[in-house]
């Protein structure tokens, strides 16, 4: 885990009481982060202004400030600068915003300044240079007891994910819950309460991103409250040679740490089932999409189908390669199919397991 240094506040505070009187400010604020998330090499370093005044010098890609009180009522016009600007007037990126009393808000920057220069992304999104502004932010926990993460997906080049944290002990993924359901590039989720937890797993659709599923992080521990965010490149050689993919975590006090990759059972050992075993089916009973989260022992084709209360398949999921470890996953979409009971049977490598699902309507 590589720490990244926090974003200086004092330039931010000075800039912004320079933006109304003090009083007024006092009485009206907001709370807002920013968070330098875009990996185009050429904004490795960049200036932020408002209104005109500089706020931030020398950004860093992969750095974040914490929270800072800034002018509620007042209309922004928050712009991007090269991190050599001298002034606004070289701002070659702009948004407007006018924030709300109490409102906690983050400003994460993503993308890259000239698109076609860059690997397009595989859901088709635009890459384009983007400020994405998070309006339901938490700087706090809501139970003290919980710690509470979202998450924002700020890779251009990677596809649609899940993300999830989970717990490892001796190598193995000991439950978990889902942060974010088929999150796609610029998306970004409200907060989720969590128990303790320390490694975030991340997993598409078919199990073939070319980097490991499980990323450690600082546990997760009652209080903390904290963003998980895509970034970087997942093949650089086809983005100007910017930065690797690795996922970051940034708290509240601005802190932002570069997260390692972690081996989760790759290995037989206690605690890892011998074979096959579904280890949920969620939601069940579904109206639309049926989640299987599964262990493997060994390597093997993977293959889903649904039958009815005759017998008959009515729905299958084409063999896929899995790799040997805890916790993976196939998506059904079980949006088609009547209300009523049905079987789920999971097979690999001539091993079965078998669960009752419901279809709700």
């Not at 993308?111 to 932010?137: H, I, K, Q």
């Not at 050689?237 to 997260?259: E, Y």
């Amino acid at each position: 885990m590589r720490f990244a240094s926090r974003l200086s506040s004092l330039g931010l505070l000075s800039a912004l009481s320079l933006l109304i009187p003090w009083t007024a400010q006092a009485q009206f604020t907001a709370r807002v982060q920013a968070i330098h998330n875009a990996p185009d090499p050429s904004v490795a370093v960049v200036d932020l202004y408002a209104n005109g005044i500089l706020l931030l010098d020398d950004v860093a890609f992969r750095t974040a400030s914490p929270y800072l009180d800034a002018p509620a009522f007042i209309p922004l016009e928050i712009g991007v600068a090269p991190g050599t600007s001298t002034s606004a007037a070289e701002v070659f990126y702009t948004f407007s915003i006018t924030l709300q009393p109490n409102q906690t808000v983050q400003f994460i920057a993503v993308g890259v300044r000239e698109p076609g220069d860059f690997a397009p992304n595989p859901d088709g999104l635009s890459t384009a240079l983007n400020v994405l502004v998070n309006d339901d932010a938490r700087e706090t926990t809501a139970d003290p007891t919980m710690a509470e993460v979202n998450v924002v997906h700020g890779s251009p080049d990677a596809p649609t994910v899940d993300v999830g944290a989970t717990v490892i002990l001796t190598g193995e993924a000991r439950g978990g819950v889902l942060l974010a359901d088929e999150i796609a590039y610029t998306g970004l989720t409200s907060s989720v309460a969590i128990e303790p937890h320390n490694v975030i797993f991340i997993e598409d659709e078919f199990n073939s991103l070319p980097f490991g599923s499980y990323w450690a992080t600082p546990e997760l521990g009652p209080g903390v409250v904290a963003t998980v965010l895509l970034s970087g490149f997942l093949d650089p050689t086809q983005n100007q040679d910017g930065p690797s993919f690795s996922p970051m975590i940034v708290l509240s006090d601005g802190a932002a740490m570069v997260l390692d990759p972690v081996v989760v059972a790759v290995e037989h050992h206690e605690g890892l089932p011998g074979a096959l075993a579904i280890r949920s089916i969620s939601p069940n009973p579904s109206a639309s999409t049926v989640r299987i989260i599964f262990d493997l022992a060994e390597q093997a084709d993977v293959t889903a189908e649904v039958f009815d209360a005759l017998g008959r398949q009515v729905l299958t999921v084409a063999p896929q390669a899995r790799p040997v470890g805890a916790g993976q996953h196939i998506r059904l979409d079980t949006a088609e199919l009547p209300a009523g009971a049905y079987v789920l049977r999971l097979t690999a490598d001539g091993q079965t397991q078998s669960r009752r699902i419901a279809v709700v309507k």
